[in-house]
């Protein structure tokens, strides 16, 4: 199943510029919960097409709306308006949501940002204008979130991105930096000369990686290079980082990302022709004792160059890297295992934020899960809630900091504690 699955996958990416030119807004319709109000249908997309939408408003609401962002839903030309992942909570507490299908798929950031923000527009027209809005995304949609408080510092009064992709371009950098490091420790030479094709990705994957590397726990001497150096790649030691390696996203999936994401031009659907990410700029790091220094290693691993014209560090652009110059409250949630969205995206965002002078306006906390997007609707719960009290009362919650060590972090707000975790008691 997972080998088809990945022919699956790198078959699609060998199409994509077909399927870039075919959105189509699957009907919306769906219907509400007790007590609640179903709105559903199509608006213009911001820059062509349209997107599809779902609002839902409880009969008592408290006049306050949740604007979720969904994640990276594929490629397929089926655009879907999701359900966030609380929706039976939400209405019982009172408030209102709406989402957006976005009027594209693939990588939507762009999309997500601008219509998300029309539809919260219609929302006011449609019901009423609320009292409070927030934004809330997931993986993708996190950085449709962090976007947003960029290029619209004041429409939200606060937001929750959950396993997130908050530094955009960065994470594709990751993939890039991910398959140079495999390419150097293997000596397999295959960056940057990879090919989107399955015969290409299974050949490399199971006949060069696996063979050199082993497999997280039964790691090859190459492999224990391999392991350390994205270790620090990914933001360092952490609960479940080998576990995360052994999910679904693990493993060959987040080679996969590797190639698809970062080694051909472009980014999903927008500047195909172009070479959007980059390693030039990472320092690699690697622990002592393994049989490779790091001043070798930096030395040797190839170091691919992005297109300046398309390698845009700020602002209201397609792969934009969030400024961290936030104006509303900001509470991250972020699973520690996380192979494919890793933590580093975290501690980069904490570091933007810390350098715009608003670290105090960021509070982030870990939750000790292998998997991307591993949560309890228990820690969405209490990661709305607090922040909802901080924006409503100025109760600003507690958070860790992820600037340190996080080797045993998360222990407070994991609801519950997996049964294997030695915290438990």
């Not at 709406?98 to 939507?108: D, E, K, P, R, T």
């Not at 594709?172 to 293997?186: E, I, K």
């Not at 690699?284 to 190839?302: V, W």
């Not at 209490?382 to 507690?398: C, M």
């Amino acid at each position: 199943m997972k080998r088809l699955l990945l022919i699956l996958l790198v078959t699609l990416a060998s199409s994509l510029p077909a399927l870039a030119q075919n959105w189509v807004v699957e009907d919306p319709k769906f219907d509400a919960l007790p007590n609640a109000t179903a709105y559903f249908g199509a608006r213009p997309g911001v820059f062509a097409g349209q997107y599809g939408y779902r609002i839902e408003v409880p009969k008592n609401w408290n006049g306050e709306l949740v604007m979720y962002a969904h994640g990276f839903q594929g490629l397929e030309p089926r655009l879907r308006a999701s359900f966030p992942p609380i929706r039976e909570w939400f209405i019982e507490q009172g408030y209102a949501w709406a989402a957006s299908s976005f009027s594209a798929n693939g990588w939507a950031v762009r999309e997500g940002a601008d219509e998300t923000r029309d539809l919260a527009l219609y929302f006011a027209q449609l019901v009423s204008k609320p009292k409070r809005t927030y934004l809330f995304g997931a993986s993708m949609g996190g950085n449709v979130v962090t976007d947003s408080l960029g290029n619209y510092p004041t429409f939200y009064d606060g937001a929750m991105p959950v396993c997130g992709a908050l530094t955009g371009l960065e994470l594709f950098d990751y993939f890039l930096s991910y398959a140079a490091a495999a390419d150097f420790v293997t000596g397999g030479n295959f960056v940057p000369n990879v090919q989107s094709d399955s015969d290409f990705f299974i050949k490399t994957y199971f006949g060069v990686i696996l063979p050199a590397l082993g497999t997280p726990g039964k790691y090859t001497a190459k492999g224990k290079q391999f392991d350390s150096i994205i270790k620090y790649l990914s933001g360092g030691e952490r609960p479940y980082r080998t576990e995360g390696l052994n999910t679904t996203l693990g493993g060959p999936l987040t080679f996969y990302g590797a190639w698809f994401g970062s080694t051909k031009p472009g980014i999903i659907n927008h500047n195909l022709d172009k070479q959007v990410a980059t390693n030039d700029y990472v320092q690699y790091k690697i622990d002592p004792g393994l049989g490779l220094e790091e001043a070798a290693l930096n030395a040797g691993i190839k170091r691919i160059k992005a297109d300046p014209a398309v390698r845009i560090t700020a602002g209201r652009y397609w792969y934009g890297i969030p400024s961290g110059r936030i104006l509303v409250p900001v509470l991250s949630l972020h699973t520690s295992g996380d192979p494919f969205v890793p933590v580093n995206m975290e501690i980069s965002y904490r570091q933007k934020v810390n350098a715009a002078g608003r670290g105090d306006l960021l509070v982030q906390r870990l939750i000790r899960r292998p998997g991307h997007c591993e949560f309890t609707p228990a820690e969405f719960q209490q990661g709305f809630s607090d922040l909802t009290k901080w924006v409503g009362a100025g109760v600003k919650p507690e958070g860790e900091d992820l600037l340190g060590d996080i080797s045993n972090a998360g222990v407070k707000w994991t609801l519950p504690l997996r049964d294997d975790d030695p915290m438990k008691k």
